[in-house]
């Protein structure tokens, strides 16, 4: 109980565990300013022209994956199976994917989705055919990509002729190092890298926590680099290489009409990454994206402030810019219609039951390989 109370005070203490409703105040505030100053409340909306009201909400993920895959190489293996599809259907939908692309594990995440809501990784058909039983929305099959994960915000200003990198983060997944003496419980409790987010990883693994793991056994608590999910964030702009711009330049400029969003990416290895080769791209994130470095438990939130208003800034200036080449605003009345939508989407979301949360087979070998490439994991007893 002690321990559920230092989780529940580290998440008021840190910012990082905060509502995003709470921590966007300021932001907020900003944003009017920003506003009024462009003379427009909605010119942000502009920044992506290729994607739905700039990437605020509402907008498709496969469009998205399949615009870059056009132009480009690197990009997930994904498809669309609709929500209204009845379950043998979804199920031969599945299948036909598992036999083109790869065998299990597979990711499925909802075609309009934020924050890793209704996002699930299927390790075996028992699994995989009960996640499309319950499916209620337009949901993307996609390959599982083992590797290191990275979120790249890239921007670029339609007068320029060459974009830049804004912010790079490493992304690890949440575990514990048994002892051979503790069950599983009391290691998430105990553990300072996870009781921030406690319970979520209490319920997650709740038919598992009487369990005592072997000394040096490695549990993993998660398999999505979601912040909300568990993972954990650090700063990693000391990676940004020419080679590395070059090739997000490359791809971005090959999706038209995208300026100005984060790029989540799985990669083999940091050298891989640098050079950028092997990138695959997992998702595309419009306007409402996020610099994700700012999770990293070292910045503090003068810091991450600093970052978000200078992103909301380039955001309206980017918009400002393609509205007087020509591209159109989304209204607040179609805003608000896309926000309803998502909104009465997002209640069919899939969730996790007990026990689902599966071990990543890339990260589960020993602590010395799940430790961050980037940052430094703290020690601890």
Not at 59 to 77: P, Q, Y
Not at 108 to 116: I, S, V
Not at 226 to 255: M, N, P
Request: net charge positive; glycine share 10%.
């Amino acid at each position: 109980m002690w321990r559920l109370i230092v989780s529940s005070w580290l998440r008021l203490a840190k910012w990082e565990y905060w509502p995003a409703w709470l921590a966007y105040v300021p932001v907020a505030g900003w944003i009017a300013f920003l506003a009024i100053k462009h003379r427009s409340l909605l010119v942000f909306t502009a920044a992506n022209p290729a994607i739905v009201a700039g990437g605020v909400v509402g907008e498709s993920k496969i469009a998205i994956l399949e615009g870059l895959s056009r132009f480009g190489s690197g990009v997930a293996r994904s498809e669309l199976i609709a929500g209204s599809l009845p379950a043998r259907m979804k199920h031969e939908r599945a299948d036909a994917f598992l036999q083109r692309h790869q065998p299990l594990p597979v990711v499925l995440k909802p075609n309009e989705g934020q924050r890793g809501s209704g996002v699930v990784v299927a390790r075996t058909h028992r699994q995989l055919y009960a996640h499309l039983d319950r499916i209620k929305v337009d949901t993307i099959i996609q390959e599982y990509v083992p590797g290191l994960e990275f979120g790249v915000f890239y921007c670029r200003r339609p007068s320029e002729l060459r974009g830049r990198i804004i912010s790079v983060t490493e992304k690890r997944l949440p575990f514990v190092v048994g002892d051979g003496c503790r069950p599983l419980e009391r290691l998430i409790l105990d553990d300072p890298e996870t009781i921030g987010m406690a319970r979520l990883h209490l319920n997650r693994k709740r038919l598992q926590l009487a369990d005592v793991p072997g000394q040096g056994e490695v549990v993993a608590l998660g398999d999505l680099g979601t912040h909300s999910r568990g993972a954990r964030f650090y700063d990693a702009h000391q990676l940004i290489t020419r080679e590395l711009e070059r090739a997000f330049d490359q791809l971005s400029k090959g999706f038209e009409g995208f300026y100005f969003g984060r790029y989540d990416v799985r990669v083999p290895s940091i050298e891989d990454f640098q050079r950028g080769r092997g990138i695959t791209v997992l998702e595309l994130n419009g306007v409402t994206s996020e610099a994700t470095h700012i999770y990293d438990p070292r910045i503090g939130l003068v810091e991450a402030y600093r970052v978000l208003f200078e992103q909301w800034r380039l955001a309206f200036e980017i918009g400002a810019e393609n509205v007087r080449l020509g591209a159109p605003l989304t209204s607040l009345r179609a805003l608000a219609q896309l926000l309803l939508s998502y909104r009465k989407s997002s209640e069919g979301h899939l969730e996790e039951q007990p026990g689902e949360a599966g071990d990543d087979p890339v990260r589960n070998q020993s602590a010395a390989a799940m430790a961050p490439a980037v940052g430094r994991r703290a020690n601890h007893a």
